[in-house]
């Protein structure tokens, strides 16, 4: 049971948008400590994708975007193309530790 | 360019303690505001932070394994030290190692290193 929590699975035509979202509790994001969000695919370390909520590392394409309210978080995906096929986890601060949410499955139609 | 590669054993048997190290170049763990993390993910499941170290030398630890485990480092080498003790079956997952930052986020990863827990 992860701390923070996400849905296993969201899908998407090519173009589509599609949201991810990550919620947590007061004693995390409700805590007004960061979000951060990690892209994985298949077989390969996870890549930082956004951090402190809505930044987006160089490189990171624009149709990739954060937004946090009260204790949620969400990652939005817009103009959906195959290789964004992965898995993402949001990830934030919680009592001096480090918790991850429970990964969401993108799969791209 | 920030560089962060795990190593150590594949295999290691029930009880045993397992030792990995993860050497890093591009940047000093003697910087302010610099942290290392070990995060570990089972086969096809999600990823646990396992625990942290800073510039400062203070360690965090995964409330669920701190008795369990071990982190340091030797900055001179620029490589950071987890060890784990009991190792049991449901410890089988890559673990990686990972650059943090102060805001706690991951930036940099290793590829990672597969051990496997069996007799």
């Known amino acids: 049971q992860s701390v923070l929590t996400q849905p296993p699975s969201v899908s998407g035509a090519p173009g589509q948008r599609v949201t991810i979202s990550c919620t947590g509790s007061?004693?995390?994001?409700?805590?007004?400590?960061?979000v951060h969000w990690y892209q994985q695919l298949p077989g390969t370390a996870p890549k930082l994708l956004i951090y402190?909520?809505?930044n987006r590392p160089s490189g990171v394409p624009d149709r990739f975007s954060g937004s946090k309210s009260g204790t949620s978080a969400s990652l939005a995906i817009t103009g959906l193309q195959a290789e964004d096929e992965a898995d993402y986890y949001c990830?934030?601060?919680?009592?001096?530790?480090?918790?991850f949410g429970g990964g969401t499955k993108l799969t791209v139609l | 360019q920030v560089t962060l590669r795990e190593s150590g054993p594949a295999l290691v048997k029930p009880t045993q303690t397992l030792t990995l190290t993860c050497t890093f170049s591009?940047?000093?763990?003697?910087?302010?505001?610099?942290?290392v993390s070990w995060i570990r993910q089972p086969p096809g499941k999600a990823l646990e932070w396992l625990a942290l170290?800073?510039?400062?030398?203070?360690?965090y630890y995964s409330t669920s394994l701190k008795t369990r485990i071990t982190i340091s480092k030797d900055t001179s080498k620029n490589q950071v030290v987890l060890t784990m003790t009991n190792m049991g079956p449901v410890d089988t997952a890559t673990y990686y190692c990972?650059?943090?930052?102060?805001?706690?986020?991951?930036?940099?990863w290793g590829q990672g290193t597969l051990v496997t827990v069996s007799s």
């Open positions: 990830q934030s601060y919680d009592s001096s530790l480090s918790v």
């Open positions: 007061s004693s995390n994001i409700g805590a007004g400590y960061d």
């Open positions: 591009g940047f000093s763990l003697s910087t302010s505001g610099m942290c």
């Open positions: 990972a650059r943090s930052l102060a805001n706690w986020s991951f930036d940099y």
């Open positions: 170290i800073d510039w400062d030398d203070d360690q």
């Open positions: 402190g909520n809505s």
